[in-house]
């Protein structure tokens, strides 16, 4: 047995690992999760990264000429609140 074999054995293993778990990292970050509120009323879709990517709001529970409008300044707010949670959890 050469020296040092048994470690570069354990270094390409490690090196597989972090692999795997990169790999994983980025599945989880690009799956989609979907949430419902008031018997779906209200359905909200985010990304496994926590970034939300969907708002919508059935128009029987707002004007229905305001819901679009409002599902997008919903999503633009939930983001920036994310991104200052995340900011926080960084600092």
């Known amino acids: 047995m050469q020296p040092g ?7 390409a293993q490690a090196q597989q690992m972090q692999q795997k778990l ?9 799956s989609e999760v979907h949430g419902q509120a008031g018997g779906g009323l209200v359905k909200v879709v985010v990304k496994g990264s926590g ?23 919903i999503v633009c707010e939930m983001t920036s609140a994310s991104q200052e949670a995340h900011k926080l959890a960084q600092a």
């Open 51 to 73: 970034e939300v990517i969907g708002v919508t709001i059935d128009p029987k529970v707002v004007d229905p000429d305001e819901s679009a409008t409002m599902q997008d300044l």
């Open 22 to 30: 990169l790999e994983a990292q980025q599945q989880l970050a690009n």
């Open 5 to 11: 074999g048994d470690m570069s054995a354990l270094l």
